[in-house]
């Protein structure tokens, strides 16, 4: 039954993780031998009982109460937030991913971003606490030294220390070649090379708390020359390990500045952090204390890991909120009554779910929402291939498909969530946008989605300047190719008739305009209007989507599936998509097939008004 606490359609998930991406597959490769579907429905069930009963209780609390920040420079958070996480690190979560050896369960990401998805459906600031430690600790599992790995990452794996990842600067934000921070050598010790770091970081989420006592901070930052010099640009930027508190238990010099007051996503602080201010000096020495990862100049590779799981993970907290505001939605439609239909004259008002302006809306919603959550699923089954297919062909195959997806994983559930949550207020009415409901919040919550792991345009960039461009659109040749394959299945079911000819329109739109960036000489005109590209793409993309899952429904109700309506809604959705949605394709790519410089050309003295 539908309430208001209610995070998850277990229908919904089971659909995508066994019908759609096939989830039970997995568990035929050596590294998920000792799981099958019965370990993937416990860990769901459990993640599901507690985002409904631990975490979104109290996601208006940790709204109304944001972290503190004391005059000693002590982070608390609502006891609540901080019982919560600790409560997921006591029932093993932390740990779905990571190598037995290492303590971990060695579940499939497919079940760690389902599981996830649940807990943050609940809760998002809540959940981002495991989002960013799992991180963390992935990364050290794998670049680290044996020591680093037994020191710094099994204590998160366990979820007994937090991580965080530190690279944005106040002068530098997603430029990060131009950041200063710096780490000077030290010596060694049984950790690895040792450095001091001194350097100003900003918008670190969870940089502190009291949720656990240490926290491990991944922190990027470049070596001086003989003469103390920084290099230029990102190829001298090395990743260190530095953690509040050091292995001999001495408190690090690593102190925050302040926190920043957030329009949502409140209840885990975002700080800014200063590294060797001199509050702390351990071993007399100024700077605070880090331990490098791997190699000099090799830390931006090894932080696109963490940053491109963080990317989806971004993608997967977005389209939860936009689940979670359309649960809401058809919750407050079905019970909320008011007017009547066309041509109905007197008797009692009607629910507002029966109206068609309505339907329209919790429709747009449905298909924003669950393609949201397809998108990100698909995602982690692709990087589960890419760790563990057979064949090193499939990998690469696998691994490729992933980065050229990723900035539209990332962005395409960040920007449409807004759009649903948008639509979510609008069914609500005037209630919508009172604090009496949960749907403001999540609108406010998901606005820094857009921005969080590289805003929009820099994903836009990413897409068109290095996925698309830098090898010849090779990557999606092959993506075509399965587009293709999913249009002809299609076409074997009278109902998507309509629907494969729609997305086949739509992809060959999306081809004449990569013909177009690819074949573009310069740069910065390609680069002029990636923006709407991406919008293009990421619909193109999730029209693919929707076929896909509707392909599987309508074989459903062909075979007289007893759940009929579930698998009619998602016809439904695939139908509101090809027909309301993929038409906005071609207004995208306008400016991009005109090569439009309307934007790039502007003057800044045509902004101001002012006489040249």
């Not at 830390?299 to 997967?316: K, T």
Request: glycine share 10%; with cysteine.
């Amino acid at each position: 039954m539908l309430t208001a606490t209610t995070v998850i359609n277990r229908r919904d998930l089971d659909f995508l993780l066994h019908d759609w991406l096939r989830i039970d597959e997995l568990f035929g490769r050596p590294r998920f031998a000792d799981h099958g579907p019965e370990t993937i429905s416990a860990v769901l069930d459990l993640a599901q009982q507690m985002a409904e009963a631990e975490f979104a209780p109290h996601l208006r609390a940790c709204d109304a109460q944001e972290p503190k920040f004391d005059a000693d420079g002590r982070v608390t958070v609502l006891p609540d937030v901080a019982r919560a996480v600790r409560l997921v690190a006591e029932k093993g979560l932390f740990s779905s991913v990571f190598d037995a050896e290492h303590g971990g369960m060695q579940l499939p990401h497919l079940a760690h971003f389902a599981a996830m998805g649940v807990l943050m459906s609940g809760n998002l600031s809540t959940a981002s606490f495991m989002l960013l430690t799992v991180g963390n600790a992935r990364l050290i599992a794998n670049y680290g030294s044996p020591k680093q790995v037994e020191t710094f990452a099994l204590s998160s794996i366990a979820g007994q220390t937090m991580g965080t990842m530190c690279l944005s600067e106040p002068d530098a934000g997603s430029s990060l070649g131009d950041i200063r921070t710096r780490a000077v050598a030290e010596g060694e010790d049984e950790y690895g090379r040792r450095f001091r770091i001194s350097g100003a970081k900003m918008w670190i989420s969870a940089a502190d708390h009291d949720v656990t006592d240490n926290i491990v901070h991944l922190v990027l930052a470049k070596t001086p020359d003989a003469e103390g010099r920084l290099p230029e640009g990102t190829k001298g930027i090395s990743l260190f390990i530095a953690p509040k508190i050091l292995p001999d238990g001495a408190r690090n010099d690593i102190t925050v500045a302040g926190l920043n007051h957030k329009l949502g996503y409140r209840g885990i602080p975002n700080c800014a952090v200063n590294f060797g201010e001199g509050r702390f000096t351990p071993g007399g020495a100024p700077g605070a204390i880090g331990w490098l990862v791997g190699e000099i100049g090799q830390g931006l590779p090894q932080m696109f890991m963490m940053m491109n799981e963080a990317r989806i993970s971004v993608g997967l907290g977005a389209a939860m909120l936009a689940y979670r505001g359309y649960l809401l939605s058809l919750l407050y439609a079905t019970e909320r009554k008011q007017g009547r239909l066309p041509g109905v004259r007197g008797g009692a008002p009607t629910p507002i779910v029966q109206h068609a302006d309505v339907k329209r809306m919790l429709l747009a919603q449905k298909a924003y929402a669950e393609g949201a959550l397809a998108l990100v699923l698909y995602s982690g089954r692709l990087l589960d291939d890419e760790l563990t297919q057979t064949s090193e062909a499939a990998r690469a195959a696998a691994g490729a498909l992933l980065a050229l997806l990723t900035p539209v994983t990332k962005t395409w559930p960040s920007e449409m969530a807004q759009a649903s949550l948008d639509l979510a207020i609008q069914i609500h009415g005037g209630a919508g946008y009172t604090r009496d409901f949960l749907v403001e919040q999540l609108y406010r919550d998901n606005r820094l989605n857009p921005i969080h792991e590289g805003t929009t345009g820099i994903q836009a960039i990413d897409l068109v300047g290095r996925k698309l461009r830098r090898d010849k659109a090779q990557s999606y040749a092959a993506l075509l190719e399965k587009v293709r394959e999913t249009i002809a299945a299609a076409r074997g079911h009278g109902a998507l008739a309509r629907d494969a000819q729609a997305v086949e329109a739509a992809w060959a739109e999306i081809s004449a305009a990569i013909d177009v960036l690819v074949g573009e000489p310069d740069e910065a005109t390609a680069l002029a209007n990636a923006t709407p590209f991406l919008f293009a793409f990421g619909h193109a993309v999730l029209g693919w989507l929707w076929l896909d899952m509707a392909r599987l429904s309508a074989a459903a109700i062909e075979g007289g599936a007893a759940d009929r309506s579930f698998h009619e809604g998602k016809l439904r959705a695939c139908r509101y998509f090809t027909d309301f949605e993929l038409p906005k394709i071609a207004a995208w790519l306008a400016p991009v097939m005109s090569k439009s410089d309307a934007a790039a050309s502007m003057d800044l003295a045509q902004f101001l008004g002012a006489s040249a």
